[in-house]
């Protein structure tokens, strides 16, 4: 995997601009903060987000990647105000889960999810090298 930083560019924080990799591509469905009985495990956001990391890490590990085959990642959260609020919160979630691996990432608010009670949903790709 190659971490895509255009000369000049600020490096952004949380997250890479691009990355290029060759190998196996591994798609995941939108995971969300449930657990393997599909109860929502926390009405507060930074339990949600990590379950929802951990599930799409569960998913993946089906096919043999893990965390640092994760190349893109896709957020969608129900409300920004909330995820911005909350972000000192996250980064060490996000650290003790997919360790040092900032792959490019979109954060997208939406109205809301298909359960009621989602409020964050993650989708990723991963590429392991063949």
Avoid: C
Wanted: hydrophobic share 45%; net charge neutral; no cysteine.
């Amino acid at each position: 995997m190659k971490t895509l930083q255009p000369a000049g560019w600020p490096r952004p924080s949380g997250y890479s601009n691009g990355v290029s990799a060759k190998g196996r591509m591994i798609f995941t469905a939108g995971m969300i903060g449930w657990d393997e009985r599909e109860m929502i495990v926390s009405h507060k956001l930074e339990v949600q987000f990590g379950q929802a990391l951990k599930n799409v890490l569960a998913v993946l590990a089906e096919d043999g990647a893990g965390p640092e085959h994760v190349v893109r990642l896709t957020v969608y959260i129900t409300d920004r105000f909330q995820y911005l609020s909350r972000r000192d919160d996250l980064a060490p979630i996000w650290k003790s889960i997919m360790g040092a691996n900032y792959p490019p990432m979109a954060l997208v608010e939406v109205k809301a999810l298909v359960n009621s009670s989602a409020l964050v949903e993650i989708e990723a790709t991963a590429v392991v090298p063949e």
